[in-house]
């Protein structure tokens, strides 16, 4: 190990000073290069210039873009030189940042270290004679070397001493090991050594006491755990590595012999249903990537309902768990058919554009101003009816999850500033104020619509409910890791607190004639909550101290 050490040290001591010599005579390339680009000099002035350099030794030669030698600071003006394109540092300065060779000279017969940089105009070399005095320079540094093996030697004449005096510490520490073997540390008591060793020693006995304890406890704590599986109304199961089954409770058992055909005697029969295919196949691919991993999936069978659910673990264990949800599936599916029979019943607007229009009709003689009263009826009934629809099959799709609706980049704050620029003339109109507390920069993978229609909702909840001169303060007051936590509040006239647990539900309305005469479909805020939920958030509506509404809602990151 002290060999790779002191090897390794000394090649990074030549690669220190080879990487000073480079910096050098890259600074004099570049240094050439600005001067040739800023002064345009003839040989005269170039040969002037790099005279000034302090190193006396230093060849400069400046090549065009042909291999044409145009300056040799070490031959006379006119000389005629070979073309240079070939040389070995020119070519490697071609693929790399510069290029470097250590040869003989054809045109001084002198060996030299060369250093070249490739310009947009041409290329610039430098060089020092590769003499003694570079040769010495760039060679590392023994005195390491010497160190080292100085220290080598009190190191094993420490380690020498230090092991005569831990002798009795690790004869004592051995008889631990066996007693321990044995399990009978609890009921032993060892006498260790006052020295360090003999702390450290006391320290395992004590550790492996603890540990002792922590095992015991570990076995209640998963006797509890197996208890709670039994008596669980959760299907669940624990499968090995090789999909033989670890735990499994009566539940799981139940539930997998009515998603079988057959009657399964073992649980590990159901990674053969084709029920399970979809699971079978994603514990494969997890157990052959070794990653923790969740998957989902809904089961119809026998006129039940079960969701699924498979984690695989770190140590390629698994779980899997199936829950009855035919209850829950079976509202969810009445709430569809409520919003579907609702949307169907909207015959009202119809009616009232059909009776409207057909007065018109039948009345030709009717006066203008009269006309213009049915028209203008109609086309709000036309307006309500648009947008009772477009509610409806908003919500109908967040129903559906995530197949309608696409995650991508989104950046909220410009959804809120699109939001303002929509209702501003609303804004004027009622002289509202609009606060905005948050960085302009909020960024999530989410829906853009979504994200559009609750902050459009709010708004215009607010604007509709809210009164005249309201101040609406739109704010993210937190973020962690997961989630933005934000804020929607106003200063207007408020919801009663026995409200404000349905503000969420399909059709609530607190003043159903308010409501109507305002226009609003009764499914704005619904849609909020709903495409809140799509973003993994949670909301909530409270009464603002000093009068008005506040909506606490948050958004996932991703």
Same mark, same amino acid.
């Given at each position: 190990?002290?060999?790779?050490?002191?090897?390794?040290?000394?090649?990074?001591?030549?690669?220190?000073?080879?990487?000073? /010599?480079?910096?050098?005579?890259?600074?004099?390339?570049?240094?050439?290069?600005?001067?040739?680009?800023?002064?345009?000099?003839?040989?005269?002035?170039?040969?002037? &210039?790099?005279?000034?350099?302090?190193?006396?030794?230093?060849?400069?030669?400046?090549?065009?873009?042909? =291999?044409?030698?145009?300056?040799?600071?070490?031959?006379?003006?006119?000389?005629?030189?070979?073309?240079?394109?070939?040389?070995?540092?020119?070519?490697?300065?071609?693929?790399?940042?510069?290029?470097?060779?250590?040869?003989?000279?054809?045109?001084?017969?002198?060996?030299?270290?060369?250093?070249?940089?490739?310009?947009?105009?041409?290329?610039?070399?430098?060089?020092?004679?590769?003499?003694?005095?570079?040769?010495?320079?760039?060679?590392? !540094? +023994?005195?390491?070397?010497?160190?080292?093996?100085?220290?080598?030697?009190?190191?094993? %004449?420490?380690? &020498?001493?230090?092991?005569?005096?831990? +002798?009795?510490?690790?004869?004592?520490?051995?008889? $631990?090991?066996?007693?321990?073997?044995?399990?009978?540390?609890?009921?032993?008591?060892?006498?260790?050594?006052?020295?360090?060793? @003999?702390?450290?020693?006391?320290?395992?006995? *004590?550790?492996?006491?603890?540990? %002792?304890? +922590? *095992?015991?406890?570990?076995?209640?704590?998963?006797?509890?755990?197996?208890?709670?599986?039994?008596?669980?109304?959760?299907?669940?199961?624990?499968?090995?590595?090789?999909?033989?089954?670890? /735990?499994?409770?009566?539940? $799981?058992?139940?539930?997998?012999?009515?998603?079988?055909?057959?009657?399964?005697?073992?649980?590990?029969?159901?990674?053969?249903?084709?029920?399970?295919?979809?699971?079978?196949? $994603?514990?494969?691919?997890?157990?052959? !990537? !070794?990653? /923790?991993?969740?998957?989902?999936?809904?089961?119809?069978?026998?006129?039940?309902?079960?969701?699924?659910?498979?984690?695989?673990?770190?140590?390629?264990?698994?779980?899997?768990?199936?829950?009855?949800?035919?209850?829950?599936?079976?509202?969810?599916?009445?709430?569809?058919?409520?919003?579907?029979?609702?949307?169907?019943?909207?015959?009202?607007?119809?009616?009232?554009?059909?009776?409207?229009?057909?007065?018109?009709?039948?009345?030709?003689?009717?006066?203008? *101003?009269?006309?213009?009263?049915?028209?203008?009826?109609?086309?709000?009934?036309?307006?309500?009816?648009?947008?009772?629809?477009?509610?409806?099959?908003?919500?109908?799709?967040?129903?559906?999850?995530?197949?309608?609706?696409?995650?991508?980049?989104?950046?909220?704050?410009?959804?809120?500033?699109?939001?303002?620029?929509?209702?501003?003339?609303?804004?004027?109109?009622?002289?509202?104020?609009?606060?905005?507390?948050?960085?302009?920069?909020?960024?999530?993978? @989410?829906?853009?619509?979504?994200?559009?229609?609750?902050?459009?909702?709010?708004?215009?909840?607010?604007?509709?409910? =809210?009164?005249?001169?309201?101040?609406?303060?739109?704010?993210?007051?937190?973020?962690?890791?997961?989630?933005? &936590?934000?804020?929607?509040?106003? !200063?207007?006239?408020?919801?009663?607190?026995?409200?404000?647990?349905?503000?969420?539900?399909?059709?609530?309305?607190?003043? *159903?004639?308010?409501?109507?005469?305002?226009?609003?479909?009764?499914? @704005?805020?619904?849609?909020?909550?709903?495409?809140?939920?799509?973003?993994?958030?949670?909301?909530?509506?409270?009464?603002?101290?000093?009068? @008005?509404?506040? $909506?606490?809602?948050?958004?996932?990151?991703?």
């Amino acid at each position: 190990m002290l060999a790779i050490i002191c090897f390794f040290q000394y090649q990074r001591e030549k690669e220190f000073r080879t990487e000073q /010599l480079d910096q050098q005579l890259s600074t004099y390339n570049f240094t050439v290069h600005r001067f040739m680009a800023e002064q345009k000099p003839d040989w005269d002035k170039l040969e002037e &210039y790099v005279h000034l350099f302090p190193d006396s030794l230093l060849r400069v030669t400046v090549v065009d873009t042909t =291999g044409l030698v145009i300056f040799d600071s070490f031959v006379k003006k006119d000389t005629v030189l070979e073309n240079h394109l070939h040389r070995p540092e020119i070519q490697m300065a071609n693929s790399l940042p510069n290029g470097k060779a250590i040869r003989h000279s054809v045109s001084t017969g002198k060996d030299y270290y060369y250093l070249a940089h490739r310009f947009p105009n041409g290329y610039v070399r430098s060089a020092l004679p590769y003499n003694v005095s570079l040769i010495s320079m760039l060679k590392a !540094n +023994t005195f390491f070397l010497y160190f080292m093996t100085f220290v080598l030697v009190l190191a094993v %004449l420490a380690l &020498y001493f230090i092991s005569r005096n831990f +002798t009795k510490s690790i004869d004592r520490l051995r008889i $631990f090991t066996q007693k321990a073997e044995k399990e009978e540390i609890p009921d032993t008591d060892i006498e260790f050594p006052s020295d360090e060793l @003999g702390e450290i020693s006391k320290n395992i006995v *004590k550790l492996y006491k603890l540990q %002792l304890q +922590t *095992k015991d406890q570990v076995n209640r704590e998963r006797e509890k755990l197996i208890k709670h599986l039994q008596i669980s109304q959760e299907g669940l199961a624990i499968f090995s590595s090789e999909k033989k089954e670890i /735990l499994a409770n009566t539940h $799981f058992i139940q539930y997998t012999n009515i998603l079988s055909d057959q009657q399964c005697v073992s649980s590990d029969q159901i990674f053969t249903l084709p029920e399970f295919a979809d699971i079978t196949e $994603f514990i494969n691919q997890s157990l052959l !990537n !070794n990653e /923790l991993k969740r998957k989902r999936l809904i089961v119809k069978k026998n006129g039940r309902v079960f969701a699924v659910q498979c984690i695989v673990f770190q140590d390629n264990t698994f779980e899997i768990s199936i829950n009855d949800i035919s209850v829950q599936e079976h509202e969810n599916e009445l709430k569809r058919h409520l919003t579907q029979n609702i949307s169907h019943e909207l015959k009202t607007p119809v009616s009232s554009i059909l009776g409207y229009m057909e007065s018109i009709l039948e009345n030709p003689d009717l006066d203008s *101003k009269r006309q213009r009263f049915f028209v203008e009826r109609s086309f709000q009934q036309a307006q309500r009816l648009r947008d009772l629809l477009q509610d409806i099959s908003t919500l109908n799709k967040l129903d559906e999850g995530t197949r309608l609706f696409e995650k991508e980049s989104c950046n909220i704050s410009d959804v809120i500033s699109d939001v303002l620029n929509d209702v501003h003339l609303q804004i004027v109109q009622k002289d509202c104020v609009v606060l905005q507390n948050f960085k302009p920069d909020i960024q999530i993978q @989410g829906n853009r619509s979504l994200i559009y229609s609750i902050f459009r909702n709010l708004l215009d909840n607010s604007l509709a409910y =809210g009164g005249e001169k309201l101040t609406i303060d739109i704010s993210c007051y937190r973020e962690d890791n997961q989630f933005f &936590y934000f804020s929607f509040s106003d !200063n207007g006239i408020g919801v009663p607190e026995e409200h404000l647990n349905r503000l969420f539900e399909r059709f609530y309305r607190v003043d *159903k004639g308010r409501s109507r005469k305002m226009g609003g479909t009764g499914l @704005g805020l619904a849609i909020v909550k709903n495409a809140v939920i799509f973003h993994h958030g949670t909301i909530s509506a409270k009464k603002v101290p000093d009068g @008005g509404l506040s $909506f606490i809602f948050s958004l996932r990151k991703y």
